[in-house]
Every structure is written in structure tokens, then in C-alpha cells.
């Protein structure tokens, strides 16, 4: 894995890359931004941001969405996908807020991930955007383009979110989410245009013999190298068993047959 200071380096190229890295999801507050990124999951930020005006209309605050009919609140945001599941998501944390926080967004990782329908994720988006908390949320872009650049080297999102916070000073945390997010919507795919991109000559991926080889479009997250290296092992038919029968050929079918007279 890079040093902290080679990540630091990095980071600064993926910034100059992507001087606009930010969230693309619209809003206002900790409020919004918090239902906002609910709803983003298995969702495009586009998908929600044509939601929410008119959600932030209806349920311009806690308290309001805490109220919310699910049989009213499901054709809201029905095209975000799993809106049954969001909708109890979102009345469930907007209720635990009026119960546990006055209505208010806590700018606490500990409270906000005891909310339902908010994991550490969601959790370090709300802190990092809307609170001025440093937050590092780690999603599968994050985890694909850090892993494959080698300046974080596991598959799960915590140990990820653990390893680049070490190499990164708090004020740089959400930057560099934001900016391996975009580098992994625009440049590092699951299929990469390693041509594009600031970083190339320092990625591990891109400078591993084995993961080059690797089919297009295969990678999608941690250990990249490790699964490319396993894709180049030539396959060799088996050898014939030691004193195994030889089988007899059968006649092909478009072989004649003999046939003996009857006697
Ligand atoms: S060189 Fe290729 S694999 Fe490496 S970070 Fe850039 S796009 Fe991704």
C-alpha cells in the first residue's frame, strides 16, 4: 500500500483532475441533504434530485415528514427505486429525530447511524456536507478507484475509510471522497480509460502486469490484483491417466457401415 505521503500526492492530482468534486445532490440543510442520500441508494443522484423539490415542498422538515402518510409518501419518490423500503426509512428517521433530537440533525456519527435507514456512509456524507464535521463516507467508487490505485488496500468500506483518514488531514476528508467518486463515475469505471487519467503512473492497477491483462469491465472492487493475477494462470487440458484403456473410436456418422449378407 502507497505511504501517506504518496496518497497525499495523489489525492492532489485526482483534486486537479476533478477541480469540481462535490455532491450532486441538491439541498438546503442537514434535513434534506440527510433524505437526500437515503434515497440515493441504488438511486442516481440526477433520479433524486427530480424528487426532492417537491418532496422539500411537502416535507419541508422533520416534523413534518415524521407525520407522513407511507400511502402518500411512496408515489413521491416511487422512481428512486425501493421506495417502500426508503419511505419507512425515511418517516422512521425523521420520527427518531422529533424523539431523540428535538427535530434536529445530530452532528454526531454516533447518534446519525442509529437513526434508521442511515449507515456510516450516509452518516459521513450529512457530517462532511451539511455539518462541518470531518467525514470520509467510502462508497463503491471510493472502494474500486482506492484500491486499485493502492492507496488503500481492503474490500470493506470501514477499513478503506480507516486507511485513507490515516494518510489524509480532517480538512481534506471529504474533498477526497468526493474527488475518487467522481474519478470513479468518469475515469476509473469498472471498465477504466486508464488514458484519461492524472494518476496512471503511479496505480498500481495500471502498472501490474497482471491486472492489465485482465478482462475489461472484470474489476469492480478491492482486490483487483490479486483476482487479475488468477485470470492469467493458462488453463492446460488434463494428462491422460498412466495405463487407462484407450477408448475405441466409434464410427463417425457419416461412416458406411458393412453389411453381411445373411446366410
Ligand atoms: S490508471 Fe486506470 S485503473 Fe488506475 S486509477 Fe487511473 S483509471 Fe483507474
Redesign the pocket.
Same mark, same amino acid.
Not at 484519461?196 to 496512471?200: D, F, G, I, K, L
Not at 496505480?203 to 495500471?206: A, E, L
Given at each position: 500500500m502507497k505511504t501517506a505521503a504518496d496518497t497525499r500526492q495523489i489525492l492532489d492530482s485526482l483534486e486537479g483532475q476533478h477541480p469540481d468534486a462535490d455532491t450532486e445532490l441538491h439541498y438546503q440543510n442537514a434535513f434534506q441533504l440527510l433524505v437526500a442520500t437515503i434515497l440515493s441508494a441504488q438511486s442516481t443522484d440526477q433520479g433524486v434530485n427530480m424528487v426532492t423539490p417537491a418532496l422539500f415542498k411537502r416535507y419541508p422538515d422533520a416534523n413534518a415528514l415524521a407525520a407522513a402518510v407511507l400511502a402518500e409518501l411512496e408515489p413521491q419518490i416511487h422512481s428512486t427505486g425501493f421506495f417502500r423500503q426508503k419511505s419507512k426509512a425515511l418517516v422512521g428517521m425523521a420520527q427518531a429525530l422529533v424523539e431523540r433530537h428535538h427535530g434536529e440533525v445530530p452532528a454526531d456519527m454516533g447518534a446519525l447511524v442509529k437513526l434508521p435507514g442511515v449507515g456510516r456512509k450516509t452518516a459521513n456524507v450529512v457530517l462532511g456536507h451539511a455539518l462541518g464535521v470531518p467525514g470520509l463516507p467510502v462508497d463503491r467508487h471510493v472502494l474500486r478507484?482506492s484500491n486499485?490505485?493502492g492507496i488503500a488496500e481492503s474490500d470493506d468500506p470501514v477499513v478503506v475509510e480507516q486507511q485513507l483518514c490515516a494518510a489524509l488531514p480532517p480538512e481534506r476528508w471529504i474533498r477526497a471522497s468526493d474527488t475518487l467518486i467522481l474519478?470513479g463515475r468518469r475515469? #476509473?469505471r469498472p471498465q477504466?480509460? $486508464?488514458d484519461? #487519467?492524472?494518476?496512471?503512473d503511479v $496505480?498500481?492497477?495500471?502498472n501490474s502486469p497482471a491486472a492489465r491483462v485482465e478482462p475489461k469491465g472484470r474489476p469492480n472492487s478491492g482486490n483487483v490484483r490479486r483476482r487479475a493475477a488468477r485470470n492469467v494462470v493458462k488453463k492446460t487440458p488434463p494428462k491422460p491417466k498412466k495405463n487407462s484403456p484407450k477408448k475405441k473410436a466409434k464410427p463417425s456418422r457419416g461412416t458406411p457401415r458393412v453389411r453381411h449378407p445373411r446366410r
Open positions: 478507484v486499485r490505485i474519478h475515469i #476509473c477504466p480509460r $486508464c484519461a #487519467c492524472a494518476v496512471s $496505480c498500481d492497477y495500471y
